[in-house]
């Protein structure tokens, strides 16, 4: 992978998959998977950004790596002064975190949530802020970022197209998925599971695809 240059081609979000397609739902499968290599994902936030890296061989996946950061930042700040010192934080901890700075065929992001449309994350700020740190460590080294939506993972772990709540996806993918995900022992909170579980939904799709 180029870290010449910027490249920003990768802006949509993916398409939804298996479940966009017409017939019955069923659930993820390793013959689904048309993805060959290594991708890193994030569920970014202010607060916890959990990330995983996945390695995805002939079908065979497995969870290399899984963890979530925390930033820490001075106690007394309060409002924006506190939300820009933890993206700020966030940014030196990825830049710094040697993990990330491996050669992958994919980096993808959770797709920030739209203010009005949220009940859970207020106005987006946090995920935005955070996607922003994310966006500044590495596009700028020449490593594009892939935005993946929260609502089209789910639909491709349980079926539904709308109002699936987070802990009926989780529980979904660890019932489908755990038994062929090796590794994913190693992913231990929501965080890591959402990371886990975009990047799942995003090896529905080849390393190289342009998204329309």
């Known amino acids: 992978m180029s870290r010449s240059g910027l490249d920003f081609s990768h802006l949509k979000d993916l398409p939804s998959g298996k479940v966009a397609t017409k017939g019955e739902w069923s659930p993820l499968t390793p013959e689904d998977l048309k993805f060959d290599g290594l ?14 890296i996945l390695g995805c061989t002939r079908g065979r996946v497995e969870v290399m ?29 990825l830049v710094n975190t ?21 009940k859970l994350h207020g106005d987006g700020t946090s995920s935005k802020l ?48 755990a038994p062929w995900v090796n590794g994913i022992e190693k992913v231990t909170n929501e965080h890591e599971r959402d990371a886990l579980m975009n990047l799942l939904h995003r090896f529905q799709f080849e390393s190289g695809v342009t998204r329309g």
Do not use: N
């Open 65 to 93: 790596h899984s963890q979530t950061i925390r930033p820490k930042v001075p106690e007394d700040l309060t409002g924006f002064y506190q939300d820009l010192a933890r993206g700020a934080a966030l940014y030196d901890i």
């Open 39 to 52: 991708g890193l994902s994030f569920d970014q936030s202010l607060t916890a950004t959990g990330w995983v």
């Open 98 to 118: 040697p993990d990330f700075w491996t050669e992958f065929d994919v980096v993808v992001h959770e797709t920030p949530p739209v203010g009005a449309r949220t």
């Open 130 to 177: 955070a996607a922003q740190a994310l966006w500044c460590a590495f596009t700028v080294q020449g490593v594009p970022l892939e935005m993946v939506q929260a609502q089209a993972a789910k639909k491709t772990m349980t079926g539904k197209g709308s109002k699936v709540e987070k802990k009926e996806a989780h529980a979904a993918m660890m019932k489908h998925c």
